[in-house]
């Protein structure tokens, strides 16, 4: 059932390639250490940190890649990213200073100036995440004149935290009668964190400001299918998007773009004497996240993440006819971007969610007061088939 994407395993191959390539000593074999209750005051070793750490961090973590993980909008990522975030951490090149990181804002001037044109922005640039670039687009939105907030009903928390912290008020509408937006900076959601949603990215003209906070949909831009979901994004004056979502990106990996890129960045910027530059945006000190970013869309191609994206929609299409033609399951509607939610027609959501094994992963979320499961299309090694089976199996156990 499922198509099996070596991208995401393991390559011995080429990890030892990138491994070497940071010219490492080879450390030799240690003793497996327990782990301490508390972190030493006195240094184990290299090796045995390793060994100490290793059943936490790698074994420790659920395997996104899983076939029966089709729940969160956290992906699975590609090996070659792996690879290029050890190089990263090994240069530690801080953006911030031009003179630490030559190539590093080069390359990622190079990755925003690639991504930009899909939305029809100008440029930007990267954040750790989609809520540091909402906020960052609030700020630009505030120093152009906005002084409100407007945002549907279901837009992110991060829309809420970000008026909050900059002095702006907010409000939630509904998009059919959104009232007066004049003086406001307007916040559309593409991708609906719940349900996949896209809100209308025509809404809130008239507003100061229109944000589109495509932090999950963003990436279907790139799709030969689906890049038409987003039409109408291209009149936005800001749109930001995971790449640590629907691009395979290792966490914290995201984009602000902006229509007008020179104004909005002047906006933003603050200058201090032992800058060569003026930093731009929220961050001060930070990396070079757009490496692995890169070398995704240089080893793959817009076409290699394309069929990653359209696969996984076409995931979601078949867990939702799974649920949909299923006698004791009930899907809320059809998934507008890989997300479906769904439940058990009698048996209560949060004890179906309890009672699933640890093969099975799906999440949970509340709709109009209701709690409903979730499943995010971010595995393009999801097998819709056994997800559906686990459930109800689940439903079997806990009746
Ligand atoms: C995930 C999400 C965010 C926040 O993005 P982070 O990368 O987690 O900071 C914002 N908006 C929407 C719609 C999201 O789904």
Redesign the pocket.
Known sequence: MSHHWPEFDVKESGLHLAVDRLRSKKPAPAPTVALPAALPQEGLGEEAALDTLAPIVLDGARDLGAPGFFAH?DPPTPWITWAVSQWTASRNQNLLHPDTAPTARQLEETVVAWFAPYYDMSGGHMT???????ITALWAAREAGATSVVAGVD??L??RKAAHLLGMTFRAVDWKEPGDVTGAAAVI?????STGEIEPLDAAEGALWRHV????SGPLRLSDRYAGLLEGVERADSV?M?A??WLFQPK?S?LIFFADVERAHRSVSVDAPYLAVPNVGILGSHGAVAAPLAATVLAYGRTGISAWIDHTMGLAETLHDLIETHPELEVRSRPQSGVVNWRHRSVPTRSLHQGLTEDVFVSMTTIDGEPWLRSVAANPNADPELVVEGVLASAARVR
């Open positions: 909008m750790p995440g989609s809520t540091l670039a909402n837009a992110h991060s829309v959601t593409a991708g609906v964190t906070d495509a932090a999950w930001c995971s640590h979502k914290e995201a």
